[in-house]
C-alpha cells in the first residue's frame, strides 16, 4: 500500500489559532452562508464551511492528512482555480508541470469535516545534476486558512520526498512563508520556461552539496 496518512500534529497550533479565529455555528441553510446545498438541500462535500455545533470535541477540527487519489482531481481543480484564478496556467512552474504528471506519492490533501480544504503537489523535475520536485501549487480554501494547515502540507511533502530519495525540493514562492519551513534561496541562476524572480525560487534538501549542484534549466523528468 502506498498510501500515507498523517494526522495533524499541531494541536497546541489549532487551539492557539481557534482562539484567534472567529468560529461561528452553523451548518443549516439560514444560519450559513459559506455552505453550499444542492437542490436537495443536502450540503456538498465541497462546502468550504467550518462546522463548530455546540459541544462539539476538539478533535472533530484537526485535518487529516492524505494522499492524494484520482477522485479528488476535481475538488483540488476547484480548490486550485478559486487560490489562483485562470492566470495560473501561464505561470513558469505550471509550465513545468505540464510537461509531466505529478506524482501522487508525494502529493497530499488535508480533510477537515470529511471536506478537502487544501492540496499539495509535488512533480518530478531535474536541474542541473539534481533529481529533485517541484512543489506546487499549494492551496487551501479560504475559511480554512492560517489553521496551520498550508505548512503542514508543505512539511508533509517535503518530508515524504525527501525520504523517498529526492534530492532537493524547488519551488517558486514567497521567503518570509516557506524559509521557517528549511526552504531557503536558490544561488544559481535556475531557468524555468518563463519569468521568475530569482528571490523567489527556493530549495529544500538534506544535502550539502545542494547548491553546488542546481543550476541551468529545470524540467520534468519521469518518476523513479
Ligand atoms: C499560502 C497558503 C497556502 C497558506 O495556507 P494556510 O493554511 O493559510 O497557511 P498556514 O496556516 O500554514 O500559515 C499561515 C501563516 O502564514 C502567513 N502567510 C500566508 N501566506 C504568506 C505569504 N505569502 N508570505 C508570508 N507569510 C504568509 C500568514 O500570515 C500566517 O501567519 P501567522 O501564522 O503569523 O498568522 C494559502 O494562503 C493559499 O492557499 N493562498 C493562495 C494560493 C497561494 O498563494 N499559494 C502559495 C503559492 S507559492
Known sequence: MNSVFWVAPPVG???????????????????????????AGKRRASSSCLHIYPGFSMSAI???????TPSHQPIIARINEEAF???RFVRAAERVREQGPHDPRLSFIAILDDTVVGSVRMTPVIAGSVSGHLLGPL???????NLGIGRELVRISVAEAL???????????????????GFEQVAARLSFPGPVDAARILVAANRDDIQDRLHGKIHWRPAE
Open 163 to 181: 525520504r523517498r530519495g529526492s534530492e532537493g525540493v524547488v519551488l517558486v514562492g514567497d521567503a518570509p512563508y516557506y524559509g521557517p519551513l
Open 62 to 68: 484537526l485535518p487529516v492528512y492524505l494522499n492524494e
Open 85 to 87: 484564478g485562470p492566470g
Open 139 to 145: 492551496a487551501v480554501r479560504p475559511s480554512f486558512k
Open 13 to 39: 497550533f489549532v487551539l492557539s489559532a481557534l482562539n484567534r479565529r472567529e468560529v461561528r455555528p452553523c451548518g443549516t441553510r439560514d444560519n450559513c452562508d459559506d455552505v453550499e446545498f444542492d437542490r
